[in-house]
């Protein structure tokens, strides 16, 4: 999944409040996204984790350079609001598994852990069982916890059905 245009454009405002030159934005763009042969936000590999580090740093720039008076303090006059408003708020904003992105993937695999669970329920399983599935996953997750469940849900529809007389 590569960035959409206005995640570009934000990265490119982010870069120019900061007084980074293209060597060095470049140069990040490859040290941080952790593809030593990435040198622009057009590609493809980058993600919206990645674009949430690049900012965390180019703010952490900015502020610094903002404190030794080498950048201007944001203009909000601008028809732009700045990227940069105040101190460490993209190194807080999207922190790993704290993006809203990442609620909702935790709140959807409830659901469907919560589906699987009912499901293996009224097979007759109880909580015994799926702690014993839960277990077995090392380390812990809640895709592959879930993913666990879908196998042994479907083998044991798979079980009932071949029992069915016909």
């Not at 919206?48 to 909000?76: C, S």
């Not at 993209?90 to 589906?115: H, M, V």
């Amino acid at each position: 999944m590569s960035l959409s245009r206005a995640q570009q454009i934000l990265l490119k405002r982010a870069q120019q409040q900061a007084a980074i030159n293209d060597a060095e934005y470049r140069e990040t763009l490859g040290s941080l996204s952790g593809f030593p042969d990435c040198h622009s936000s057009t590609d493809h590999r980058l993600t919206d984790r990645q674009l949430d580090k690049f900012l965390a740093y180019f703010e952490a720039i900015y502020f610094r350079r903002l404190e030794r008076g080498e950048v201007a303090a944001p203009d909000h006059t601008k028809k732009l609001a700045p990227v940069f408003q105040a101190p460490g708020y993209w190194a807080e904003k999207n922190r790993a598994g704290n993006t809203s992105r990442d609620r909702y993937a935790d709140a959807n695999f409830d659901n469907q852990i919560k589906l699987l669970e009912n499901q293996l329920h009224a097979f007759g399983y109880g909580f015994p069982y799926l702690y014993a599935i839960q277990n077995k996953i090392r380390p812990f997750n809640k895709a592959k916890y879930a993913a666990a469940l879908r196998r042994t849900v479907a083998s044991k529809q798979k079980r009932k059905e071949s029992n069915v007389p016909t």
